[in-house]
């Protein structure tokens, strides 16, 4: 079959969820024989490689600005698209939802993963978590495929539309331990820090991390990996700690070098309280990292014992934060136990498979 990936920034994976979503779906794709075509946001590519791992690729613009660049990249993509005689459209973001509505007009075959519910990022003002919010409501009425990532979220189609919506979670690989030059970089020692890997959003909240470790008595640091696309007042309130304690890294694309700071973290924060199944977190597990998760039933439905979680609080963090510190002998264990959950419920194989069977049939 001749399949479209549209609606994320691209591949190679150099951003987030959708984007590592796209790559591993779409490699293995094609080894199991499908021509897979990868719309990448031109913006973002500037080395513009023809193929990646076998996957075509195709370089669309978008507009500079916040509100409309997924918006206006996706449009153009579909328009790229069209002509191409794809027997199957996999399409991320429930934000393109309007967008798809001539597709499927003229009978292309769509699988529309909906991620989370992206009218709860504060992010957002009132009038985009309106859209977000009419968007997701076409997306429930829309004659596509519709992929939901978390069991909550399917839970959630069902009971608010009456839609039923076919769950397939992201999934995350087994690494090696990784490379230490992260480590050497900044000065860490294995086991020495808590790591937070994240986008600096209100949602995510890395600043509630910061508060909770300045005021935890450690000699361990906070190490956090990842930045924000535009300069903002959060993003600037979190680079004002005055704590030497804590190491920005910024982005972090190499996955040998992350899947180092992951392996050797002495526990993993995940403080994503909005969306379904997140791959950061599936990463960290996948590691062996110890976590301490943002109590979303999200994340309860991906962690559930191999880990513990903490409420919307610094000061609940810093208690589960000291918990760990004291019950260090104890963390290697939960570890294991979220290596095996990932293993067991979250192989990409498996998950190539089930979107190949959902386009198939």
Known sequence: MKIAILGTRGVPARYGGFETCAEELGKRLVVRGHAVTVFNRRGSYPDRLEFYQGMALRYTPSLKVRSLETLSHTF???LQALPGKFDAWIVFNSANSPLLLLP?????????NVDGLEWKRGKWSRGGRAYFRFAEWLAARLPAAIVTDSKEILGYFRKKYG???HYIPYGASIPSRGTTDALERYGLRPGGYFLQVTRFEPENNPLLTVRAFEDLSTDKKLVLVGGSKYNTPYREELAATKDPRVIFTGFIYDK???GGLLANAFAYIHGNEVGGTNPALLEAMAAGAFVISRDAPYNVEVLGD???FFGKDAGDLKEKMVWALANGDRLRAAGERGRKIVAERYNWDTIARDYEKLIEG
């Open 306 to 308: 191999a880990g513990i």
């Open 256 to 258: 040998g070098v992350l």
């Open 76 to 78: 153009l993509s579909i």
């Open 163 to 165: 839609r039923e919506t």
């Open 104 to 112: 499927l007009l003229i009978g292309r075959k769509i699988v529309l």
